[in-house]
């Protein structure tokens, strides 16, 4: 891809490339993030109940998790700025949407429009780090972006929701649309150009088979881890409430740190996740500690003041695997393949969240919340075995003897690019 002149060479460029994907990760999810904060308001104002507010989760994930790989075919024929363009200004339009939003059909019709804002945000962002960003920066650039999303979180839950207090929700969640078509020009002043549509690099035929069985288990693990986590992430602040006796204010502050310890390990274990050698075991370890985190949740109504310690384990642990799994797509990925394979691995995470707090609910009524907790954990240890067995595989093809790198290693070390940017296609 051609690279912007001053990309890779300068540190502000560097930090304005960070700063601008970290923002398309922060809106595209956002419509989401606003409904369930603004949901008190929505709900009577729309006439809906509960689980109708519910529901449009579970639709905004599906249809992301649907759109993803098309959505990383995409990204890796038109490129990643005019993806993020694009997909800014369809944030915009969707929460233009949401705001004069009649009754709850044209409500979900926006909230699927925007599942492809999200099919695209890993696929492009991914993809515009391998062309604007330095080898070494990499890691802790993607680590930084993923943060974006808990970013989007308390952003809907602090200003925007603050705002709907003096102008309601619907004024709120207008100018969070303008907001967005804002950004889409930042983004557009920010990032490298793209390059001709036949020079966007190898087309992936003939991909190795290696690479595409990282791909592969990366998909499972992201599909188990994420359904945990949106579990954890639906029913944490009524958990809060109703077994633990908490207020309301105390169950909000439990999520803001639920947010806080999830920015914080995004951003600290993708930089460590920047060794390739570490990256390959660490999402194995990252779902053994988020079980362990869920198993602490379990526990929490024997042990007061547990919960705290439960909820930032899962920040630290679980909120990053996510993160380490986008570090080791841009390690992995294939020439000309970026936004596919990062495209398989969200689809996985998508499909998690959608099927993971249905999943709960429903069998909240018949097992409660200690072994709901219970139930998360085993998805957690799932992934961790997933990711486990992986490792052991990707060792036995790299040091098939055991001794020096088999021929796939060797490429694969020929493959990462000097501290210059701009020397591989994405």
Partial sequence: ???HPQVGADNAAVA???????AVMAFSMLQLFLLGALGPRIVPDLGMSPAMLGFTTTVGFGTAAVLSPA???VVDVLGPRRCL?????LVGCVLAVIAVAPGYVVLMVAVGLGGAPQALANPATNKAILAAVPTMRRAGVTGTKQ?????GAIAAGLPLTALAAVAGWRGSVGVAAGIAVLAAFWVWRALPADPDRNDQGGNGIGVTTERSIVVGWLAVYSLFLGAGMASINTYLALFAERRLEFGAATAGMLVAVLGVAGI???IGWAKVAGRPRVAVVLPAGLACGSAIAALLLAAAELVDGLVWVAVIAVGAFGMAGNAVSMVLVIQRAAPGRAGRDSA?????????FAVGPPFFGARLPAIGYSNGWLMVAAEFTTAAAVAAVWVLRDRALRHPTGG???ESGAHAHRRMPGPNVGQEQA
């Fill in 1 to 3: 891809m051609r690279i």
């Fill in 404 to 406: 020096a790198a088999s």
């Fill in 85 to 89: 363009v694009g997909s800014l200004s």
């Fill in 344 to 352: 398989l691995v969200s689809a996985g995470f998508f499909a998690g």
């Fill in 264 to 266: 914080a390990g995004r």
């Fill in 147 to 151: 943060s974006g999303v808990q970013l």
């Fill in 71 to 73: 959505a990383g075919w």
């Fill in 16 to 22: 304005s490339v960070t700063a601008a994907l970290t």
